[in-house]
């Protein structure tokens, strides 16, 4: 059975630090993401790495301040996040992918409960 559990999440203030964890479990992915939803918003795009090359890709809005990375030994993915901005308040959901998997939401087989991060102004 494959399971996504994160971990890592918090109230911080602006300008402040989290890092986010997801362990997998039940089977290894050609793809591991994080994504974000935000009251009222559709589900977003944040990080992507590939498992076995370590290829990673990240979204505009948090390039520079935000790091995706993996254990592979731990079979975990790691975010983390940097010079946090209000704005950055969200679900974060962990997510896994099968194939060599994109940006897209439908691009992924297996999602995490999602962990809430909060960012005081």
């Known amino acids: 059975q494959v399971q996504l559990v994160e971990s890592g999440g918090g109230l911080v203030q602006a300008g402040g630090s989290l890092r986010l964890s997801c362990a997998a479990s039940g089977r290894t992915f050609e793809s591991m993401g994080w994504f974000r939803q935000a009251p009222g918003k559709e589900r977003e795009f944040v990080s992507r790495?590939?498992?076995?090359?370590?290829?990673?890709s990240i979204a505009d809005s948090v390039k520079g301040r935000f790091t995706i990375s993996r254990d592979t030994a731990e079979n975990t993915v790691y975010l983390q996040m940097n010079s946090l901005k209000p704005e950055d308040t969200a679900v974060y959901y962990c997510a896994a992918g099968r194939l060599r998997s994109g940006v897209g939401v439908d691009d992924y087989d297996y999602w995490g409960q999602g962990t809430q991060v909060t960012v005081s102004s």
């Open positions: 790495i590939r498992w076995y090359s370590g290829r990673t």
